[in-house]
């Protein structure tokens, strides 16, 4: 089962990546797009072509490269383990629990992923994440695009969404601080994932896919979505 260092009690929010936590990894070839782009280490690929690009026409090649990535991979998405699991914890603790997707995926990943639950049975589904954040997300509240994670900006962004800022006041703190809202948990399978929620005071989850050591900044960690939805369940009065 999890391996979870968070405290008990029930959670009032969920917040979940898209690509390789919600869906299956390896859909998105990340290590053929940072070999298109050049970059030599594993990270945020758009942060890096932002600080190693040497001009707008270089960030801008360098950029099509990676949409170009991201619409090869909507073809490969699928659900990932345990989905139905999840789904049936959703459907039962919708009226006392928020959720959402944040993703630094375009828009039409969430369109592919919409489809694909209609497709897998799932046609209700949809409903479960009402409030979807995704790369470029121009925020009304701000007046400006939000900053991708790992910047706190898209978990402030759901919480003013949820109507919860004023329970969980904007917050930009340490990730080696003890959670401030342990009650929100960003679940997610990238250290910038765990970054962004605990940065804006959520516990964070780690997707353990194997392939990366357990991130330091995690305070739960499900191999599996079905582990999450244990984990959701439990914790609901």
């Not at 782009?37 to 190693?52: D, T």
């Not at 949409?67 to 919708?94: C, I, N, P, T, Y």
């Not at 900006?153 to 703190?173: F, N, Q, S, T």
């Not at 079905?226 to 439990?234: I, Q």
Request: with cysteine; net charge negative.
């Amino acid at each position: 089962m999890s391996r979870s260092t968070g405290p008990a009690g029930a959670f009032a929010g969920v917040i979940f990546d898209l690509d390789g936590t919600l869906t299956r990894p390896g859909a998105i070839d990340f290590v053929r797009m940072r070999e298109r782009v050049g970059m030599p280490e594993p990270g945020s690929i758009l942060h890096w072509i932002e600080a190693h690009a040497r001009s707008e026409d270089e960030a801008e090649s360098m950029r099509a490269v990676v949409w170009e990535e991201e619409s090869l991979a909507l073809e490969a998405m699928e659900l990932g383990e345990g989905f139905d699991e999840l789904v049936k914890v959703l459907v039962d603790v919708r009226d006392r629990m928020q959720t959402a997707i944040c993703t630094r995926n375009n828009v039409e990943a969430i369109v592919a992923f919409d489809n694909l639950l209609v497709q897998g049975g799932f046609p209700r589904a949809t409903e479960l994440f009402p409030v979807q954040i995704v790369r470029d997300h121009h925020s009304e509240r701000v007046g400006r695009p939000l900053q991708n994670k790992p910047s706190p900006e898209p978990v402030h962004e759901i919480k003013h969404a949820w109507g919860l800022l004023e329970r969980y006041p904007l917050h930009k703190g340490d990730e080696g601080d003890p959670p401030r809202y342990p009650d929100l948990i960003f679940v997610g399978d990238s250290e910038d994932d765990l970054l962004s929620g605990r940065r804006a005071g959520t516990a964070a989850a780690w997707m353990d896919h194997g392939a990366e050591p357990v991130s330091n900044h995690a305070t739960h960690t499900f191999a599996c979505l079905g582990e999450c939805a244990a984990v959701l369940c439990a914790r609901m009065p």
